[in-house]
């Protein structure tokens, strides 16, 4: 695109650059291998179309007409557009010089969209300085891939000055040519334009806001009525982004929630557009939305390895037992045992499976888990869940049963979402085998969610059950945990509704390793957890039984406020000095200890999948009435606290964190912004319970990934 004055030729001298192959012009000039190299270097590509904005001046106009015939004459098949303002002419008022702005932002902004994934090059030659000024403005504002220039010797031949039609269809002689010098100057990235005006549509601007008569492609000029919207819009836009870093050190200085600093050195109206774009909204938009929250490194904090796995994946981890099941493949009992279900699950009878394992109308998967007392344990589980090798979708039906509906699946309790692991977990992960093939599902889902960084919650003291002692599921854990690129870290879980002495044998575990933990750096215990239906028993009656850990300043994380009121949530920071909280759902619920939570900067553990399923929220868009409670993420947010987002089971809950930040936007009224949801990625790294270094480590490395990112939306 390139602006046009008295001086028609500049287009030639413009197109015989881009296009060199095409147009003699510079065909003797002394430095043309320059010229090529300089268009190889800077990836230009020949141009199929020159749009031209110009005044209604009597010269200007008759310049067009050289151009026209310019390029019927040369056979070219470039195609020409050309717009000029219908009461422009002299440029000599500030009246005039905004509308000439406007024209050219306008036709720039349809170039832009015009484009597509193709490359904009735009000209600083041609025109009036001011119209030169107006073409870099609009550059700057919508990017674009080559800024292009002429520079001539001065003065300029004669031959140049008043040549006509003819001079620029052959070749410029050596010395004439030797005088221009077409150039690239830069580029500027691509910019997205949102309205924050309409927080809930996200208009950008865009070429059907600010219109532009359509131009034929034969150079014909198009007169366009005077305006000056769009260059009112950009200016408005421009002088709030002045304020941007003030803002920014502002916010800083008063405690407002600050996101990765290098986010605000990006453009203001990408800044902008980040803040404006909501996700969770609009359900035709969730494809589009799941692919830019898959891109974004995340942290993920709570994790249990005991409900990591979907049908699919249990089938995988059972098959992994398959040597070992081999020794009793000819067990009478085992066999009979297992001839009770082949038939239903080769007629794929889901009903028939629930009824046969039902005990008090809902099948006891628990009661598997040791059939036949010789068989060491997770074997009778293993070959169960190996009958549905290739019908996994029937074991998903068998596990969920009507919740299969995602509808239904909302505000079941704790009781029945637990046991909806009863065929994981500690049902499974009794060998070897089932723990290290648990450790590869781990990472890979990872890799699908670009999880940088996880810290997965295990209870050692339950997998020892087939022979195992705990420092061995500890040592499996560390060995196949490490082989992943994800940086993975260990929390021990007790239960507070499990037996004493479990709760103590991890306790003593916790203290071992942390007393002689420098061989196994790769995967460390970082952190102890305290979860389990909080009913069962408070923080506050186990500080006794925790003080050994508080004693060796172990990171503390805690389940609470998630079925119970806020008073659980309490006890976990004044009486356990928990560092984070797991779910905290009820914590708005007392200003003051929010406010606490906020000093300490205590770290939330929301969960919304799990959190929806077993305490029940609404989603955007969801009309139930029996839905009343509204998800606080977004209160939370907007408070300051560090909240971040996580899985807690993926395979119970069906999810995966990429998901995960999806259902956050959805159960938050009206969405997230892209710039919230960056601010949760950024809490992620932020609670980590690791070093200062390596937590400085993790936040610089997901930083320059997520600029990245942005960068090349540009």
């Excluded at 026209?68 to 219908?86: F, I």
């Excluded at 499996?476 to 690129?485: K, Q, T, V």
């Excluded at 239906?533 to 050994?548: C, T």
């Excluded at 710039?675 to 990625?681: A, Y």
Aim: aromatic share 6%; glycine share 10%.
């Amino acid at each position: 695109m390139v602006t046009l004055g008295t001086s028609w030729a500049v287009v030639p001298e413009l197109l015989a650059f881009t296009n060199i192959h095409e147009f003699p012009l510079y065909n003797v000039h002394p430095r043309r291998d320059q010229l090529i190299g300089f268009a190889e270097e800077e990836g230009l590509e020949p141009v199929g179309e020159c749009r031209v904005v110009t005044t209604c001046d009597e010269r200007t106009l008759h310049g067009v007409d050289l151009l026209r015939e310019w390029l019927r004459r040369s056979g070219s098949p470039v195609k020409l557009r050309v717009w000029h303002s219908r009461t422009v002419s002299e440029l000599n008022d500030s009246v005039q010089c905004r509308q000439m702005r406007d024209l050219i932002l306008r036709v720039v902004l349809h170039a832009r969209e015009a484009c597509g994934d193709g490359r904009l090059a735009l000209s600083l030659a041609g025109g009036r300085k001011t119209m030169s000024a107006d073409m870099q403005h609009a550059a700057q504002l919508f990017g674009c891939h080559h800024l292009l220039h002429v520079t001539a010797r001065e003065p300029l031949p004669r031959e140049l000055v008043n040549g006509g039609v003819e001079l620029f269809l052959g070749s410029l002689s050596s010395e004439l040519a030797d005088t221009l010098f077409p150039m690239m100057v830069g580029g500027y990235p691509r910019n997205p334009l949102p309205d924050v005006s309409n927080r809930e549509a996200g208009e950008r601007v865009c070429g059907t806001r600010y219109p532009l008569p359509s131009a034929p492609g034969d150079g014909t000029p198009v007169a366009v009525p005077p305006e000056t919207a769009l260059e009112e819009n950009l200016s408005g836009r421009l002088r709030r982004a002045q304020h941007l870093l003030f803002n920014f050190t502002k916010g800083l200085t008063e405690g407002e929630p600050t996101n990765f600093q290098a986010l605000y050195g990006l453009p203001p109206l990408l800044i902008e557009g980040l803040r404006g774009t909501f996700l969770g909204v609009d359900p035709g938009s969730r494809e589009k939305e799941l692919r830019w929250l898959e891109q974004l490194p995340k942290a993920e904090l709570h994790c249990h390895l005991g409900g990591i796995a979907d049908a699919w994946e249990m089938v995988e981890i059972a098959a992994a037992n398959r040597r070992e099941l081999l020794l009793y493949q000819g067990h009478p009992g085992l066999e009979e045992w297992l001839n009770l279900f082949r038939p239903l699950v080769r007629k794929g009878d889901a009903r028939g499976l629930r009824r046969a394992l039902a005990v008090n109308g809902e099948p006891d998967f628990k009661a598997i888990r040791q059939v036949f007392p010789g068989i060491p344990q997770p074997l009778c589980v293993a070959a169960f869940l190996l009958l549905f090798e290739g019908a996994e979708e029937l074991l998903d039906a068998l596990v969920f049963g009507e919740l299969l509906e995602e509808g239904r699946f909302v505000g079941g309790g704790i009781v029945r979402y637990e046991q909806l692991g009863d065929l994981q977990g500690s049902a499974l992960l009794q060998s070897e085998a089932s723990l290290r093939a648990a450790c590869r599902v781990v990472l890979r889902q990872c890799g699908k969610s670009n999880v940088r960084y996880l810290e997965l919650r295990c209870s050692p003291a339950k997998y020892t059950r087939g022979g195992l002692s705990e420092m061995d599921v500890v040592r499996i854990l560390r060995e196949e945990l490490a082989c992943g690129e994800v940086r993975c870290a260990l929390v021990f879980i007790a239960s507070r509704h499990g037996a004493q002495e479990e709760l103590e044998k991890h306790v003593r575990l916790a203290r071992e390793l942390l007393e002689g933990d420098g061989a196994w750096a790769p995967v460390p215990l970082v952190g102890f957890d305290l979860a389990g239906n909080e009913s069962i028993r408070s923080a506050r009656e186990l500080r006794r039984d925790f003080m050994p850990l508080m004693e060796k300043c172990m990171h503390l994380t805690i389940h609470a406020g998630e079925t119970e009121d806020v008073r659980s949530v309490w006890e976990a920071v004044y009486d356990l000095n928990a560092e984070r909280i797991g779910h905290g759902l009820n914590l708005h619920r007392q200003r003051e200890l929010m406010e606490r939570c906020l000093d300490r900067r205590t770290t939330l553990e929301l969960c919304p999948s799990s959190n929806r399923q077993i305490v029940g929220f609404r989603e955007n868009g969801e009309e139930r009435s029996d839905l009343p409670r509204v998800y606080p993420l977004g209160e939370y947010l907007k408070t300051g606290l560090r909240v971040t987002v996580n899985t807690d089971n993926p395979g119970i809950s069906r999810t995966d964190l990429t998901r995960e930040y999806h259902r956050a936007a959805r159960l938050t009224p009206g969405g997230l912004s892209q710039w919230e949801v960056i601010q949760l990625v950024r809490n992620g790294f932020r609670g980590a319970f690791v070093s200062h270094a390596e937590r400085k480590r993790l936040l610089v490395a997901a930083e320059s990934r997520v600029c990245e990112l942005l960068e090349k939306e540009l």
